[in-house]
């Protein structure tokens, strides 16, 4: 999707050659599948970027990882046989046919003219040089430098040379909007399709069937609402798409008491979207985006507590987020993988403790102590760390902080989910503390446009933020 929309993926000026694309080392660590993302253009990497993906390759961070993956690849490309480095390995020899240019390694040295204030140690700087030299040498090709750090692309703007940032895993460009989950009706829905709407009840549901102009912009699981003065409103979520006509289903009032969620009652339309989301068994993937304070993590844990001990629909809450920390980080932490979470489960803490004082409200202390044992006895922190090669069976996990994920992470948690497990993926897209994540790039981005429109499953975007007044006029203000 995204490959096709890049600017990299248009011939050179004018039609003319190819482009010659040089990769800096951190779009390598990034994503190491890079190298066959750029269709019928060349790249070449500079001696300096293999040396410095050497001194990544140990660890088991995500970009030791990256920076592994991305050796192999080298390795098999370079070793085809009939392959001459001088003048450039076909990329495609590994079986990725859609990318038909060739990579070329820097086998002799290269000087280009940069300015004396610049350190030549730096390797930055020794890129640099490797694009300007690039250059001159070839003045008939488009020459670009290609990385993800903001301050190499300004040095290179100010030397006079080319720069992109590397667009390909980025899932939204900057102009589109996330997919919010939701769409209000146009005014004259009732009016223009009256002759086409068929209704019938179902339990405490009520269907409709509509067909129009409407129906285009639908997807599965989408909430549409009908609100006007005077009129009837309607909140329901769309279940069935048909050529033209769609089938919606009117939900479940969680703004009633009668419906609260472990004390918990929705105090807004899109809270009440999210509680019918995650309240239903047929929904196993469920996304949660929005501001501080919009109730994320309070309806997640809500809904987790009521199925778990209420309805005994799952056995336990797993619930685990990203470890990246707002300042500097404090050090090693002390205790078993469950204390060491500890202090980042903070918003664990204060939600369980509004959901427990809402519970054992009448029961006295030792009610209220006996409630908080066994809320705590099923709710179980995990560290990311240690995901990989689980599979969590009737399980209700919680993913919190899913903003600073990347897409690679993202898959490698939902994978996770076995049968009758449903996960919850909750995050801030204003707060991504992680480097080289953008809004367009981050994990929470891709699962909420890669799941838009999967029968089983739901996102929904908070708009509101219900925490306090205070709270409300800081998000405006600051």
């Known amino acids: ?15 003319g050659p190819a482009r010659l694309f040089v990769l800096d080392t951190n779009v390598l660590l990034h994503d190491p599948m890079s190298l066959f993302r750029f269709e019928e253009h060349d790249i070449y990497l500079p001696m300096i970027v293999l040396e410095e993906l050497d001194g990544h390759k140990k660890g088991m961070t995500e970009v030791a990882r990256n920076g592994r993956q991305t050796s192999r690849n080298l390795d098999v490309l370079a070793a085809q046989a009939g392959g001459d480095m001088t003048k450039g390995l076909k990329l495609s020899a590994t079986g990725h046919q859609s990318a038909r240019g060739q990579l070329f390694f820097q086998t002799e040295q290269l000087l280009g003219e940069l300015p004396a204030a610049l350190p030549q140690g730096k390797a930055d700087n020794q890129i640099l040089g490797v694009v300007a030299a690039l250059r001159q040498r070839y003045p008939e090709r488009e020459v670009i430098l290609v990385s993800k750090d ?19 895993d980025k899932t939204l460009d900057d102009g589109e909007l996330l997919y919010p989950g939701s769409l209000a009706l146009p005014q004259d829905f009732w009016t223009r399709q009256s002759k086409t709407i068929e209704s019938w009840q179902s339990g405490s549901h009520t269907f409709y069937r509509v067909s129009g102009p409407a129906v285009s912009q639908f997807y599965i699981n989408q909430f549409v609402y009908f609100e006007a003065p005077g009129e009837p409103s309607l909140y329901a979520r769309v279940t069935e798409i048909r050529d033209k006509t769609a089938v919606l289903k009117t939900l479940k009032d969680y703004t009633h008491l009668k419906n609260a969620v472990w004390g918990v009652t929705s105090r807004n339309r899109e809270q009440n979207f999210a509680l019918n989301l995650l309240m239903d068994p047929e929904i196993d993937f469920v996304t949660l985006a929005g501001t501080a304070g919009t109730g994320k993590t309070l309806m997640a844990l809500a809904a987790g507590l009521t199925q778990v001990l209420d309805d005994r629909r799952y056995t336990e809450i797993i619930m685990t987020r990203a470890t990246v920390s707002v300042g500097e980080d404090i050090g090693f932490l002390p205790g078993t993988e469950e204390e060491k979470m500890g202090p980042w489960m903070g918003a664990l803490d204060d939600n369980l403790e509004f959901l427990a004082k809402g519970d054992g409200g009448n029961a006295g202390e030792w009610g209220r102590a006996a409630t908080n044992e066994l809320i705590r006895s099923r709710i179980k922190v995990k560290s990311m760390n240690f995901m990989r090669g689980r599979t969590f069976m009737n399980k209700y996990v919680i993913i919190d902080e899913a903003q600073n994920l990347t897409p690679k992470q993202m898959k490698t948690l939902i994978t996770r989910a076995g049968p009758g497990t449903k996960m919850i993926c909750m995050g801030n897209l204003a707060q991504i503390d992680t480097p080289y994540l953008t809004e367009g790039s981050s994990g929470l981005t891709f699962a909420v446009d890669r799941f838009k429109g999967w029968p089983h499953g739901g996102h929904i975007t908070l708009a509101r933020g219900e925490r306090s007044r205070l709270a409300d006029f800081a998000s405006e203000v600051l």
């Open 1 to 15: 999707m995204a490959a096709a929309r890049r600017r990299s993926a248009g011939k050179g000026p004018s039609g």
């Open 150 to 168: 903001i301050n190499m692309r300004v040095k290179a703007r100010a030397l006079g040379l080319a720069a992109e940032d590397y667009e390909n």
